[in-house]
């Protein structure tokens, strides 16, 4: 059977993952009775919740005779580690873009990764069914970025297709009109435009995981392509460790894909999309190789961290109450587990009690953060820290590249506020009621920004930002929050009474009823400095009538504080405490006495 071997590229929410669904079903891989949820391949519960993927996934169909293996990529920046090393693996991408929004800062990134690797573009406008859509300007858009990005005159003339894979359409027409029920259009350009594997199947084995995953039966699962040669189940290999030592194995497992299925085959040759196990500790960019015939493939770049946070035992006076597993050494059990399968992790130990955790962005850890609540973690964390470098004798911090959209009304707000935060302006541009700036700006610059700018946009600006490149640091107030916090001072049930009372000083982040702990952040104080509060005091009962009628307190409804809006919220002296049914944000030192005896000795 002929192979096409092609990744899927896109910045976050072009439609990728709804277009796999469709080729999946327009190829016929699946029964005609079989039901089929929305969005298959993302099937971790949080990229179901918020629609994004979070770790590259494999399928593959059968169409005209041909095998086409197909990796669908993630598309936020902080999983980029995954798309680079994807495209040693295939041979061509379906490069996706939206109709309306055209080329935005991950389309720019995900592109750049596949013109390095000289592999076969095709363009798919997705999203043509939708009244705002601008075909025509939008490949123009796609045109200009690949001359931005050094293509040479062949490279402009790629194929292009237009579909809407939410309703499962496709043409090779701009025209709306035209549109087809069906992908044939875009599977026939794949047979077309992109090359098969060029392989040799008789040359001696290597094979290269370029992606990790684990199960508890077989350990570490390595994904990759066979470049050369046959691999066989049971056969003993050797593998080219990235140190350059030599570590012989038997192939215990080896798992094919087809549809939505891994399945287990027997034996795979080059060209083959394959994944196996055998190795435990079988790691991204190793060399599997017959023996005496070691031959290393260049080993793949991994993408260093930038972010990292403490993670720690839940030390609260509430420690317990929610979550099942609260000690350090299931902690680290489950940390270490992670790195399994996730080469952008770094995890250290910081102390008998906590361990550093590096990743590749707020997201990227933020999700690890959910994933373990929802298992039944207590935790606390802290703020998200910028990891520095020292690169020619100069300290370095690492800089994104920021893209925004925002109505006009509300320009001169963002300019201000990214010019605060160390922002320097690249690029501004119009297009109707919209203005797109494009920014170079501080990764630390943009830790808390989020929650402020869709409150200064009212909602209606979208923030698209990726890694750029380490730069010498800004100045050290970039990201700092301005405002202090209300603290409660006291243990119990906050009351509606206390709250009332308090209203006037700031936000409230709880509301009556709520367990406290002295040390907790109940809410944000309207100054600068952080402010000790009573919020369970009750009104003090007596014998004597008041002349006026007592009036029920009516309290503003407290501001909502999701995960990573909590992280984004903190400062250096304060902790995220994490529990399967709550978020509460606290100072590290919860005594009130010790912490002013502290702070007077900063």
Known sequence: MKRRNIAIIAHVDHGKTTLVDKLLQSSGTFRDNETVQERALDSNDIERERGITILAKTTAI??????????????????????????????????????????????????????????????????????????????????????????????????????????????????????????????????????????????????????????????????????????????????VRVDGSIKQFRVAKIYGYLGLKRIEIDSAEAGDIIAIAGLPDISVGETVCNIGEEEALPLLRIDEPTLQMTFG??????????????????????????????????????????????????????ILIENMRREGFELQVSKPKIIEKVIDGVLCEPFEEVQVDVPEEYVGSVIEALGNREGTMENMSSLENQVKLQYTIPTRGLIGFMTEFMTMTKGYGILNHTFKDYQPKASNLVGTRKNGVLVSMENGAATAYALGGLEDRGVMFIEPGVEVYEGMIVGENNHENDLAV????????????????????????????SLEVCLDYINDDELVEVTPKNYRMRKAILNTNERKKYDSHK
Do not use: W
């Not at 894979?165 to 496709?170: P, R, V």
């Not at 979550?323 to 050494?329: D, E, F, N, S």
């Not at 996730?342 to 008998?352: A, I």
């Open 534 to 561: 009573n919020v369970v005091r009750g009104k003090n009962l007596t014998n004597t009538r008041s002349s006026s009628k007592d009036h029920t307190v009516v309290l503003k409804r407290p501001k909502q504080m």
């Open 313 to 366: 035992v839940n030390t609260s006076p509430f420690c317990g109450r929610e979550g099942k597993i609260v000690t350090a050494r299931k902690i680290e059990e489950r940390l270490r587990k992670e790195t399994e399968r996730d080469v952008s992790l770094k995890v250290e130990p910081n102390d008998s009690e906590s361990f550093i955790v590096s990743g590749r962005g707020e997201l990227h850890l933020s």
């Open 62 to 239: 059968n169409y005209k005779d041909t095998r086409i293996n197909i990796l669908d990529t993630p598309g936020h920046a902080d999983f980029g580690g995954e798309v680079e090393r994807i495209m040693n693996m295939v041979d061509g991408v379906l490069l996706v873009v939206d109709a309306y929004e055209g080329t935005m800062p991950q389309t720019r990134f995900v592109l750049k990764k596949a013109m390095e690797a000289g592999v076969k573009p095709i363009v798919v406008v997705n999203k043509i069914d939708k009244d705002s859509a601008r075909p025509k300007e939008v490949i123009d858009e796609v045109m200009d970025l690949f001359i931005e990005l050094g293509a040479d005159i062949d490279d402009l003339d790629f194929p292009i297709a237009y579909c809407s894979a939410i309703n499962g359409t496709s043409s090779l027409s701009p025209d709306k009109n035209t549109q087809e029920p069906g992908m044939e259009k875009i599977l026939d350009l794949i047979l077309e435009y992109i090359p098969e594997p060029k392989v040799d199947v008789d040359a001696p084995l290597q094979f290269q995981p370029a992606l990790l995953d684990y199960n508890d039966f077989v350990g570490r699962i390595g994904i990759g392509l066979v470049k050369r040669g046959r691999i066989k189940l049971n056969e003993m290999v050797s593998c």
